[in-house]
């Protein structure tokens, strides 16, 4: 009993399956591990960040909480897209320290064995890989599965900022 | 079903250290009991030493009870020390009382090394300990004037120091140092340094002589007279001192304490509250309730009739939430005195080293603030009084010179004033030294030597960086961290530091400082769409300017002119890259901010007026920001960033202003302007 719920805390099925929420983004789907989901909400007004990359979209009061938010689109590089009636953003919670992420529109919750799943293939010139956790191919669709914690750690953070502000100075 | 014990090691500790604190304060007003009363007190006041005895006894129990050993041990020592004391078997002298206030210091050590999991300087408790029991004989002599010392009990081992320094003649009166060492290393544990300072150059020696010193460290259970009678056939040749050290360790660990005591309050996130103020939190709980339900019977069969009575229950219901932020705020309220408690022992220790006669008067230190507040109150605290005592109160010669009575008194004063709490440290010293602190900038470089300054503008230079005006670097204070660093830090914590001084007659420094962290006194300043709250403790004034004001030297960021001073000009959308609504000077407004002694103006859209705001951390999900302190919420729920004055200023001068496409203004993130250098 105890080991089961050990397993389920890590969001782990008994048969070795992890459950992903999917999310859309650029016609791509992705997922990230559901215990670090903390809640799902509509486009808010936010307060921008000065000097802040720009993929840093500002920061958001969830119920009276200080929250960043960042556009996936642009942390990936990918073009801004219009918002819609499906943009939302997630609240990741990682290790107590929230942020948001703006995605083009959530899809659905699924489990994957980890025998679905299998690292991401390495070549050159491939900017985002280290956000990259691994490939799954469920019912036959490529889902792109992302190791959140990286991506809103804020020591990537500066080092992205640096390599932005570099890139604007160039 | 065992219980962990280990859960309440923490209460213990606090507690413990509660008790510890309070035995000091105790143990201070004996000992100037003892002062007014000559040299012993004849009749202490029981109720004192029952205090000291009842923190003592909880102590003892509490550490025996939780498993550690070493402070049972040590308090169980002082506790029979004392009871001897609170049953008139002994008398509190000067001797009695020091010794008592350096075993609270050694039960410090003890609990604080228990709960840091790191080993106490066992020597120095050792020390301290064989004192006490030293003391327990002496008294039973006193009391039954009966049994000698050494057959009641065995002293433990003290550590002595020996300078032992022959005259050269020794040789020709047949002794040896040699035979002296051999022995004196019979009676214990023995490290010895030889003293070649005296050995002349090798043409010059004469064999004859005896050019060396010996300095000895002798831990032993021999008494001084033991140790003294290995000397004796050479106690006319020789210079000796036989000095027992644990005093001098002790004054080294306890600055260790302080800095243990120092590094453990930040982590104390603990808070005791009193019944009454958790009573109030509840009634305010209460009333909010019974406003709900109020509204809810107003809205469930709502007609316009009772429009008028839903209007009055919502002003009821703003009243309950102010209230109840109100009494929860009290909650992290803690007097003062947590803070002050710590100064008459300090005042105590430095007025002896340096030989002065300081008394400490303390007034309203039941006046309260917030908690965090008061943790980082006591370091610039503990500055100010130590510049007081250093600096300010004379020695007693001088002071009886300059017809003064021989005690200086520093009188340390806290009140409410508004949304304020105001600290007064003013001492009857000899005031600032006007001319040695303009001497002083002068050979820093911080001014030039032909420039004319206020008495007010003189006083102010104590608070640069780098300033000191001690002769020498004493240990009490000039030690580099100067009043800039006191000076930084409450600011830092949204309040300010201000000094008058009259010459001859004492200074007095007062210090300000916001009720609470939590809340801040903000200005609403409008830039674009956007709305930032700026500080209104760094707001000197707003003003419009005309373009014609503005000049740019080549290279330099912008300055303009406001009345004889010149001050760099930040255009804010300029610092964050944001759109404005103007950028025409005419248009716009400037509020001038001050900072760390730096003035400059602010270029906004608008002032939107003045609010309260209740600060949100930005670092707690992201992290710190260049030129943003923290953020806020705003009546309609949209954040608003907190302005940090001395980031911009900063920021205006870093390359992160160098952006592609800022035109002219990039030259500014290269150079400095003059003045603000």
Redesign the interface.
């Known amino acids: 009993m105890m080991e089961t719920a050990r397993v389920m805390d890590q969001g782990i099925s008994p048969e070795g399956e992890e459950q992903f929420l999917t999310f859309w983004l650029d016609g791509q789907e992705y997922g990230i591990a559901i215990l670090k989901v903390q809640e799902i909400k509509g486009w808010d007004?936010?307060?921008?960040?000065?000097?802040?990359p720009p993929y840093v979209k500002?920061?958001?009061?969830l119920r009276?909480?200080?929250?960043?938010v960042f556009d996936l689109r642009l942390r990936f590089g990918l073009p801004e897209a219009e918002r819609s009636a499906f943009t939302v953003i997630i609240v990741v919670n990682i290790g107590g320290?929230?942020?948001g992420i703006v995605v083009d529109a959530v899809s659905d919750v699924i489990n994957v064995g980890t025998e679905q799943q299998c690292a991401a293939p390495e070549y050159e010139g491939q900017q985002n890989r280290e956000f990259i956790k691994g490939l799954a191919q469920v019912d036959g669709k490529l889902l792109i599965l992302l190791d959140i914690d990286r991506m809103i750690n804020?020591e990537t953070?500066?080092k992205t900022e640096a390599a932005v502000?570099t890139a604007?100075?160039v | 079903m065992a219980i962990d014990m280990r859960q309440f090691h923490q209460t213990f500790f606090e507690e413990s250290l509660e008790a510890l604190a309070s035995m000091e304060t105790e143990l201070l007003h004996l000992e100037k009991a003892a002062d007014d009363n000559g040299h012993a007190v004849l009749a202490p006041d029981p109720e004192i030493l029952n205090t000291i005895f009842r923190a003592a006894h909880s102590i003892k129990g509490g550490s025996s009870t939780f498993g550690f050993a070493e402070v049972a041990s040590f308090a169980h020592v002082l506790e029979s020390r004392l009871d001897a004391l609170r049953e008139g078997r002994a008398l509190p002298n000067r001797r009695v009382v020091g010794l008592l206030l350096l075993s609270v210091d050694c039960l410090r050590t003890l609990i604080i090394a228990a709960r840091t999991g790191k080993e106490a300087d066992a020597n120095a408790i050792d020390a301290v300990r064989s004192q006490l029991e030293k003391l327990e004989n002496e008294n039973t002599a006193v009391a039954e004037g009966t049994k000698s010392p050494a057959q009641n009990h065995r002293p433990d081992a003290t550590h002595w120091h020996i300078v032992f320094k022959p005259h050269s003649r020794l040789f020709h009166t047949g002794n040896d140092p040699l035979r002296i060492m051999r022995e004196l290393n019979e009676l214990g544990e023995m490290k010895t340094v030889v003293d070649v300072s005296a050995l002349p150059h090798w043409e010059g020696t004469d064999p004859e002589e005896c050019y060396f010193g010996w300095n000895v460290e002798l831990t032993t259970r021999a008494t001084r007279e033991t140790i003294a009678e290995v000397f004796c056939w050479v106690a006319d040749e020789c210079r000796l001192e036989i000095n027992s050290q644990p005093m001098p360790k002790l004054a080294m660990t306890s600055r260790g304490i302080a800095e243990a005591v120092a590094s453990m309050d930040s982590h104390m996130d603990t808070l005791r509250v009193s019944v009454p103020k958790v009573d109030l939190l509840i009634n305010t709980v209460g009333e909010l309730v019974i406003t709900q339900t109020m509204l809810s019977q107003i809205t469930n069969n709502f007609s316009f009739e009772n429009l008028s009575q839903l209007f009055a229950g919502i002003a009821q219901l703003e009243r309950n939430t102010r209230e109840l932020q109100e009494s929860v705020m009290r909650i992290r309220m803690l007097p003062l005195s947590f803070a002050f408690n710590r100064l008459p022992r300090l005042v105590h220790d430095m007025s002896q080293k340096l030989e002065k006669k300081v008394e400490l008067v303390i007034h309203g230190e039941q006046t309260e603030i917030d908690k965090t507040v008061i943790d980082r109150l006591i370091d610039p605290l503990l500055h100010l009084v130590r510049n007081c005592l250093d600096h300010g109160i004379e020695p007693p010669m001088e002071r009886l010179a300059a017809g003064k009575p021989e005690v200086g008194v520093i009188h340390l004063k806290a009140y409410q004033k508004g949304g304020n709490v105001v600290i007064e440290i003013r001492d009857d010293g000899r005031g600032l030294q006007h001319d040695r602190i303009f001497a002083k900038a002068v050979e820093r470089g911080l001014i030039a030597s032909d420039a004319r300054l206020s008495p007010e503008e003189i006083a102010e230079m104590i608070f640069l960086p780098g300033f000191s005006t001690a002769k020498t670097v004493s240990d009490i204070s000039g030690r580099g961290v100067g009043m800039d660093v006191v000076r930084n830090n409450i600011r830092s914590l949204g309040g300010g530091v201000e000094i008058a001084s009259e010459k001859g007659r004492g200074a007095c420094f007062t210090v300000r400082l916001p009720l609470t962290l939590a809340i801040l006194d903000g200005l609403s300043v409008q830039v674009g769409d956007q709305t930032y709250i700026l500080p209104l403790v760094s707001i000197v004034e707003s003003v419009r300017i005309r373009p014609e004001q503005v000049s740019r030297p080549a290279g330099g960021c912008e300055l303009f002119a406001l009345r004889k001073e010149y001050l760099p000009l930040l255009r804010l959308y300029d610092l964050f890259h944001i759109e404005s609504r103007s950028t025409d000077l005419s248009q716009g407004l400037l509020v001038i901010v001050e900072a760390d002694g730096k003035k400059a103006g602010l270029y906004v859209d608008d002032l939107l007026g003045q609010q309260q705001v209740v600060i949100k951390s930005l670092a707690t999900h992201y992290r710190k920001v260049e030129g943003i302190s923290a953020a806020t919420i705003l009546g309609d729920g949209s954040v608003a960033m907190i302005l940090d004055v001395t980031g911009l200023i900063r920021l205006a001068h870093s390359g992160t202003s160098h952006m592609p496409g800022n035109g002219g203004n990039a030259s500014s993130a290269t150079t400095i302007a003059p003045n603000m250098n």
């Open positions: 007004r936010m307060t921008p960040i000065p000097n802040s500002g920061v958001l009061n009276g909480v200080i929250v960043p320290r929230l942020a804020p953070l500066d502000s604007a100075a």
